[in-house]
């Protein structure tokens, strides 16, 4: 499975970008699929997951209210909005596809990683 990110950019405080991961075949559609991100010098942290229907979702505090992933299984696609964006939301984002059904937070139950997808944003 190949998962292509795309969506990053540089963005004011304030702002809003959405993210896209596309996956390269259908296999995910019977996955949790979820987004992480990695700040420079930091290790890479759970942002948001949802299950494979869609029907459950999960965030990081960090994130709550402000973020948003959804997913579109007929086009093999996760998505996250983000909203409100602070300079500490500045990292590479990476989608990842869940070993199970359902979402995770831990990096051991990720089966696949996406490439990233760099967002920036200034003060």
């Known amino acids: 499975v190949q998962l292509q990110a795309s969506g990053g950019g540089s963005v004011q405080a304030g702002g809003s970008l959405r993210l896209s991961c596309g996956a390269s075949?259908?296999?995910?559609?019977?996955?949790?699929m979820n987004w992480f991100r990695q700040a420079p010098g930091k290790e890479r942290e759970f942002v948001a997951g949802?299950?494979?229907?869609?029907?459950?979702?999960y965030y990081a505090d960090f994130v709550k209210g402000r973020f948003a992933i959804s997913r579109d299984n007929a086009k093999n696609t996760v998505y996250l909005q983000l909203n409100s964006l602070k300079a500490e939301d500045t990292a590479v984002y990476y989608c990842?596809?869940?070993?199970?059904?359902?979402?995770?937070?831990?990096?051991?139950?990720?089966?696949?990683w996406g490439q990233g997808t760099q967002v920036t944003v200034s003060s």
């Open positions: 949802i299950s494979w229907r869609g029907g459950d979702t």
């Open positions: 075949r259908r296999t995910t559609s019977n996955n949790g």
């Open positions: 990842a596809v869940s070993r199970s059904s359902t979402y995770t937070t831990r990096r051991e139950n990720v089966s696949y």
